[in-house]
Each structure stands twice: as structure tokens, then as C-alpha cells.
């Protein structure tokens, strides 16, 4: 069982940067690829990025490729995102979530565990 927990949205203006975390319950984190997912008010959830268990391997939706970078710390049993240069478009409830293998990263239904999910909202 792994319980997860997001922090760091909020309220920020176009062009500007946050940093969402997301913290892991449980001695198993290293062994699990973690993934980001948002959903937009009447929208479905759709896939952000991925990282694999050692974060040597990552996935990005094209719309935030190149402003985007997920990344973990397996010591601290915690997986982020840091965004840059958010766009009105981005804003959403950003969830983490948690999978034991790594096939078909961007299809939800596929992960195993996820978190209650943290507000980013982006105003023009």
C-alpha cells in the first residue's frame, strides 16, 4: 500500500514557476514509477510526465515538453514537478500517482495508487 500526498499548488501568474511535490508513505517508493496527471474543470484527467523507479528514464505530455520536469528523490520518498513558464491552460487539480510497472505510462487506469491532488491555478 502506498499513500500519497501532494503540496505546493496555488494561485500564480502566467510566466511564473512552481514546484509540486508529492510524498510517498511506505518503504517500497524506489520500486514503483511515479507519474503526474491533471484535470482541468470538466475535463477529463489527462497524463503530465512520468518517471521510472531510479529516475533515469522520463515521459512528458507535449504540451508542457520543455517546461515540465518531474523528478524523484527516492530517499525522501518524494516525486516533483517543476513547472516553468505556466500558461492559463495549465490550470488544474495536479495529481500524483503511483504504478509497480512500466508499460503504458500515459493511460491512467493503469496506476495503482493515487494522491487527493493539489489546485494550480495560472491567471493571464
Known amino acids: 500500500q502506498v499513500q500519497l500526498v501532494e503540496s505546493g499548488g496555488g494561485l500564480v501568474q502566467a510566466g511564473d514557476s512552481l514546484r509540486l511535490s508529492c510524498a510517498a508513505s511506505?518503504?517500497?517508493?524506489?520500486?514503483?514509477?511515479m507519474g503526474w496527471f491533471r484535470q482541468a474543470p470538466g475535463k477529463e484527467r489527462e497524463f503530465v510526465a512520468y518517471?521510472?523507479?531510479?529516475?533515469?528514464?522520463?515521459y512528458y505530455a507535449d504540451s508542457v515538453k520543455g517546461r515540465f520536469t518531474i523528478s524523484r528523490d527516492n530517499a525522501k520518498n518524494t516525486v516533483y514537478l517543476l513547472m516553468n513558464s505556466l500558461k492559463p491552460e495549465d490550470t488544474a487539480v495536479y495529481h500524483c500517482?503511483?504504478?509497480?510497472?512500466?508499460?503504458?505510462?500515459?493511460?491512467?487506469?493503469?496506476?495503482?495508487?493515487w494522491g487527493q491532488g493539489t489546485q494550480v491555478t495560472v491567471s493571464s
Open positions: 518517471i521510472n523507479w531510479s529516475g533515469g528514464s522520463t
Open positions: 511506505g518503504r517500497t517508493f524506489s520500486t514503483y514509477a
Open positions: 500517482a503511483a504504478k509497480r510497472d512500466t508499460i503504458a505510462v500515459v493511460i491512467r487506469a493503469l496506476y495503482d495508487y
